[in-house]
């Protein structure tokens, strides 16, 4: 089978790939091992995903946004970071920005299912669900992949959308810079008896890093970064003594507390590819780059890869070129590791500074939170990258 462009992986990033080129009038396939069932009916996973403006603008863009029930987005008006058990934190609103919000929050199994039904009501995308590939091969003619069916796709330029994990990755010879954190999150969503203003909470601690993300009045989805032996422990406790341990853990902040549905747990690995692209490739999403969820930016990052590369598609056609020219794809890996890097290493070093509990780190980072509570155009910047503004991530 004969396409233009073969996608690994349909997660969020590869699906709304998918729609961006079939919307370009280009025949796109994509390879997924799961059936078409979990596609269209995704499982809830306990992650929650915060999208910045631009984001939005993208799903709107790609017909992704109309299918999201307004019931299951929830606006986000600002942010506060804190460490240990002080009442000090470095606040950051959406009033700074001159926005009403700083953006909103969405469950990933709804942008799952979001992404799977703007690409079902368009034609020229080709799914190949169950499927497991058995060999991935460019060459300067074209790219492919052999399935273990017997099925042999052959295309103008191959993807890979399939996790920071990605097999693909590694198949085309990719190196990555691979951080294991030596942590576990611990995502699950809560009933809690006190208000939360919108106000997502970011606080380090001793042994711990707790963040809140809220959702509707009186339910927030609590993400716990522990050891992993830890995690596995809260994740098997009887739902009552869950809540009453995650009410300490808060320590009241949020009143009482109680379990909201199914606990989860995901080791935390932040991932770099050395190179987003290659003879007949490209890598979009956390294939490319897998964020430290400290700065909520993962999915986001992963949006504004598929619309630069969708971007440096669509210059291709305009001006007569091959989808996969290389000067277009060393283009779109120029844009995007500027637009990653700098976050991906200032996230590294964030987070490495608020897990280190020696007293020096406490110190300084006590020192660093009071000192830019007190800077406003340090807390605009900040509500600024939070927000990002809205502008397409395009290459020229």
Request: aromatic share 6%; charged share 25%; with cysteine.
């Given at each position: ?103 909103c929050l969405v469950a990933n199994q709804q942008i799952r299912a979001a992404a799977w039904q703007a690409v079902s ?276």
């Amino acid at each position: 089978m004969k396409h233009d462009v073969v996608i690994v992986g349909a997660g969020p990033a590869g699906l709304c790939l998918a729609r961006a080129l079939a919307d370009q009038a280009l025949d796109v396939a994509l390879v997924e091992r799961l059936p078409v069932q979990a596609l269209a009916e995704p499982g809830y996973d306990g992650r929650e995903i915060a999208l910045t403006h631009a984001s939005m603008r993208i799903l709107r863009t790609l017909g992704v946004w109309k299918h999201l029930p307004d019931h299951a987005v929830f606006p986000l008006h600002g942010a506060q970071v804190m460490d240990g058990s002080t009442q000090h934190a470095l606040r950051i609103d959406s009033a700074l920005v001159a926005q009403e919000q700083l953006g909103c929050l969405v469950a990933n199994q709804q942008i799952r299912a979001a992404a799977w039904q703007a690409v079902s009501q368009v034609p020229g995308i080709a799914v190949y669900s169950e499927a497991k590939i058995e060999r991935v091969h460019t060459d300067p003619s074209e790219a492919g992949i052999d399935l273990a069916n017997g099925e042999r796709l052959q295309c103008r330029l191959l993807v890979a959308a399939d996790s920071r994990f990605s097999e693909t990755r590694r198949a085309l010879g990719i190196q990555a810079d691979i951080h294991d954190f030596g942590r576990t999150m611990l995502v699950c969503r809560m009933r809690h008896a006190l208000p939360h203003g919108r106000i997502a909470w970011e606080w380090f601690g001793h042994g711990q890093t707790r963040a809140m993300l809220p959702l509707q009045e009186h339910h927030a989805s609590i993400v716990l970064t522990v050891t992993g032996e830890e995690a596995q422990r809260l994740a098997d406790l009887p739902e009552e003594r869950f809540g009453r341990e995650m009410q300490e853990r808060f320590e009241q902040r949020l009143g009482e507390m109680s379990l909201d549905g199914s606990r989860h747990l995901y080791p935390l690995v932040g991932v770099y590819a050395r190179r987003f692209v290659g003879r007949r490739f490209a890598l979009v999403g956390d294939a490319a780059v897998g964020m430290h969820p400290v700065t909520a930016h993962g999915f986001n990052f992963g949006l504004a890869s598929v619309e630069r590369l969708a971007s440096a598609i669509g210059t291709a056609q305009r001006q007569g070129k091959d989808l996969a020219d290389d000067a277009l794809l060393a283009r779109y890996q120029r844009q995007h590791r500027l637009g990653t890097l700098p976050l991906y290493l200032a996230t590294r070093a964030v987070a490495g500074l608020y897990t280190d509990d020696r007293p020096p780190a406490r110190w300084l980072r006590t020192l660093a939170l009071r000192a830019a509570s007190r800077v406003t155009p340090f807390r605009r910047a900040l509500a600024e990258k939070l927000v990002d503004d809205g502008h397409p991530h395009r290459v020229s």
